[in-house]
């Protein structure tokens, strides 16, 4: 702000002759004196004339009329009315004459200069300023008092003797409308999507992010602690989140749900025998007479270690899925037991017509068993130099599901020729002949094999 300044003259004049001078005498207002030289009011610069105006570190600041004390740091801005902001460097001011600063060379009149610069005294004032009670010329605020052509949806802004028509914030002038201002269009520092409004904008972010506290960038969601929408397993991602399921469960159509796998579904060869379904998995089941070896398979149980019912008289034969109990002594008339499982007939009158010995064998195996296969063989144990020896299926082979095949001089192979199912017993006779070439000897011993097939391929 300009400060004004007075300068009082004050002219004594002697009417006692006329050769006496004018005598003038000059006051200035307070922080000025007079400059005798330039005839002039002249600031006086208290800063320099005392070492120390200000205290407590505090700088002096000059000012016209008068100074300032502030801290070190502090800049200092001045402004006129609605003029622009200045630095409070010293403006150099227009010499005034103390007798009319209008007319340096009239010594009659008393004047003053308003912080304006608009002379007081004068009959009318410049546009825009009006005179006041004092005959000051003072700025005229058409804003306030109504006297401006704004639209009403602009803004008034007084100015020095004038004054602006501006638009509200957001909006900007076409000719003498005001139109919105597409900040979008413009450098809106949206980390996203920019939406445009009247008057101004506002941003938006992509799924799976939110406005940051600015209102401009784009922070991620995190969707897993947010809202927890995976029904197991969730992975927050940058502006998503992907589900992933416990095990034995597959993600539903919709990305989020769960459901079970039905592992026994995929395959009649996950378990060996039957699958159980289950809410996140499956279990393999064996039926009677086989135990579960690790997850899938079946094992046979061997019941003649485990325990059994046999009898004391009786032997325990294990077979898959089950046992079974066979006498210790299976000889018949005339027959009697003269080692393990052997019969021989002792009275060859009483033997005439039959085999000499009957050798009692027991063997199991897997039903549907794939075929043609080797199961069983049988060989001379005593073998003589000039002994021939043949071999045939005596009995059990009615539906024609074996076949001996000679592998030596002395042996035969049992192979089974058609699938059999169980459970089933069978029992081959095995005719062994010997013919004594050099005594004319002729002899015949069975082996009765029992086949026990058992209920299931494994």
Known sequence: MMLEIYLVMTVAASAVSQETEEHVSYTCTEGYEYDPIKEVCKDIDECALVSDTCKGGMKCINHYGGYLCLPQNAQIFITNGDESSQRTDPIPQPPLNPLNPTNPQTPQTRTQSNHRGVVAGASQCLPGFTL????????????????????ADQICYNTRGSYTC??????????????????????????HRCVNTAGSYFCECKDGYQLASNNHSCVDV???????????QC????????????????LAPNSVSCVDIDECAFSSYMCQYVCINSPGGYSCICPEGYQLQRTRMCQDINECDTGHECREDEMCWNYYGGHRCYPKNPCQEPYVLTSENRCSCQSAGACRGLPQSIIYKYMSIHSERTVPADIFQIQATNIFPSAHYSFRIKAGNDGGEFFLRRFSSVG?????????????????DLEMITQHTAMTYRSSSFLRLTIIVGPYPF
Do not use: W
């Not at 002038?173 to 949206?190: A, F, I, P, T």
């Not at 459970?423 to 081959?428: D, F, R």
């Open 132 to 151: 006041d009670e004092q005959n000051y010329c003072q700025d005229v605020d058409e804003c306030s008092q109504g006297l401006h052509t704004c639209n």
């Open 166 to 191: 501006q638009c509200h914030p957001g909006y900007q002038k076409h000719g003498e409308q005001c139109v919105d201002r597409n900040e979008c269009m413009l450098s809106h520092y949206c980390m």
């Open 222 to 232: 995190n969707e897993c602690d947010l809202t927890q929408p995976c029904q197991h």
């Open 235 to 250: 992975f927050n991602l940058l502006g998503s989140y992907i589900c992933q399921c416990d095990q034995g469960y597959e």
């Open 412 to 428: 035969a192979m049992l192979v089974l020729t058609k699938s059999l199912e169980g459970p089933q017993e069978l029992i081959v």
